[in-house]
């Protein structure tokens, strides 16, 4: 039931609008911020890693051992991908284009710092988040996702032309 109201809802349609926004200038400005002050996640990737020990610790052993094994190695690339992405939900969740794909993008980043021990907005995010994925289309509809998910609809699923009506067979 409250799944089709966030759905199909007029009201559900613009609160999800404000939260987009909210959302949106959450990511971008966090991205920008990041693209223009320069960023270097290696300190904090190590610090995650450094959680991961003790009694109890706040990061998981497997996700420490991602860390690193996997990204600390290559932390020149999540330089990058973390403030682009950062800019680009942000971007998507303000214009309202691709809104549920951004907010499911933003979840993985929160998931990921999470992961790593920072609670900060993250939990906040990801329960925002949640509410645009779960209403779909009805997230974007005050955005360009009103334009652009018809017209790519219409590009990649074009209507098939009714088959002819076959032939009457004979008994032969």
Known sequence: MF???LRKNQVAMWLLTVVRI???YTWITGGIKKLTDGFDAGG???GAIAK????HPAVQNWWATFLKHGALPSVKLFNILIPLGETLVGIGLLLGTFATFAALMGMVMN?????SGSISVNPQMILLEIFIVVAAANAGRIGLDY???PFLRNLFYKKQDTP??????SSI
């Open 3 to 5: 799944n089709n109201w």
């Open 22 to 24: 909210y959302l949106g």
């Open 44 to 46: 904090f990737m190590k």
């Open 52 to 55: 991961a020990a003790g009694e």
């Open 111 to 115: 998931f990921a710092f999470l992961f």
């Open 147 to 149: 334009w652009v998910m």
């Open 164 to 169: 002819p009506a076959s032939a009457p067979q």
